[in-house]
């Protein structure tokens, strides 16, 4: 009888010693001020001393890129859907005012193959590169049986830190206070259980070229990875200008801005105040999907949320453009009576004719 090995049962060791080798680059190239040794350890080391910091407060984060990844997957392009895992996962950190200091992946499969693996670890190290945070560690894990064999998942975490008295939301969030949006890249993350019912109902295939983006295929357009906004938001926090920030993920504007708001207060929004992105209008009339349904499901263009003092109100625009954002003045803060809440008008108009019922 032939003894059995583990590359026998479907796991291949040289595989992932080769994928270590050939990350290791990768993950040097986002080292920043704070960081301790490299890949190899049992645990990543981190010198919050070193990074600048006097009295922090620990910010983290854990997500992962859901159905994007079956996208991703049946399209052969891998090199993405790293960014949107660091992106789910820094952008809720900078909101709480806190910089990402660090990330680690996990990367399961059935079967492992260096250079699909190596792409996806790319994408993550360009991510970490954009949010300034080092790319400290990871696991990789195939498990034959568990995942088909060409089929991979992800989810990451990060760590990040604010001195303690930057911390947002800030308290004097008041009635009159603006509301500022910053355009997103696309779908960004979210929804895509909902985008595939779309396309598989559209009956165009992911190679064929995307109805609402001149040039580039399905594929391409649907696959374009949330933007990083940390950058942006930190050089506004820095300035003393920022009261609070929302994350525009699941759930919207309607699930996340009122996330940061006290009680007794409402954002009130204009929907005709943002240009809707046409990947967006091309779901809505695709879907048949209804204005309030899209804007609860999906970002509809504003990735993130911010609230500055109305006096602030174009100095802050000028620091987030100086930062390479595209702004817009989507609304304001207003008393209202209950919890926090949020009311957006001129929805209806929003989406093309034919798109559902507001």
Not at 13 to 34: F, N, Y
Not at 126 to 140: D, H, I, M, P, S
Request: proline content about 6%; some cysteine; hydrophobic content about 50%.
């Amino acid at each position: 009888m032939t003894s059995l090995t583990y590359r026998d049962a479907g796991v291949d060791i040289a595989a992932g010693e080769a994928l270590v080798e050939a990350i290791g680059p990768l993950a040097r190239s986002t080292d920043r001020p704070g960081t301790m040794g490299g890949l190899g350890g049992f645990g990543a080391l981190f010198d919050l001393r070193a990074a600048g910091l006097r009295d922090p407060i620990l910010v983290s984060s854990t997500d992962g890129v859901g159905t994007k990844l079956r996208l991703a997957i049946e399209a052969g392009r891998h090199d993405t859907v790293g960014v949107d895992l660091v992106a789910m996962c820094v952008n809720d950190i900078v909101v709480q005012g806190a910089e990402p200091l660090f990330f680690l992946d996990y990367f399961a499969t059935g079967r492992l193959r260096v250079p699909q693996a190596r792409a996806v670890i790319a994408g993550i190290a360009e991510g970490c590169r954009q949010a300034g945070c080092a790319l400290v560690g990871g696991e990789t894990a195939e498990m034959p049986g568990m995942y088909a064999a060409e089929d991979y998942d992800l989810a990451g975490f990060a760590v990040g830190a604010a001195e303690r008295e930057r911390l947002l939301p800030r308290r004097d969030l008041a009635p009159g206070d603006a509301v500022l949006g910053l355009a997103s890249s696309g779908v960004h993350a979210n929804g895509f259980s909902l985008v595939r019912q779309v396309v598989a109902r559209a009956g165009i295939g992911l190679d064929a070229p995307a109805p609402f983006a001149g040039g580039a295929t399905l594929a391409e357009a649907l696959l374009a990875p949330t933007r990083i906004y940390v950058r942006a938001v930190l050089a506004l926090h820095r300035r003393g200008l920022l009261k609070a920030a929302a994350h525009i993920t699941g759930g919207g504007l309607p699930g996340n801005l009122p996330r940061v708001l006290p009680a007794g207060i409402e954002a009130r929004l204009d929907a005709a105040a943002w240009p809707v992105p046409p990947v967006f209008a091309w779901l809505a009339e695709a879907g048949d999907i209804a204005p309030d349904e899209m804007l609860r499901v999906f970002n509809c263009g504003i990735g993130m949320a911010l609230v500055v003092a109305e006096p602030d109100r174009a100095e802050a625009v000028r620091v987030l453009e100086a930062a390479g954002e595209r702004v817009f003045a989507i609304g304001r803060l207003a008393a209202a009576p209950g919890p926090a809440a949020l009311r957006v008008d001129n929805l209806a108009g929003t989406w093309p004719r034919g798109a559902g019922a507001a």
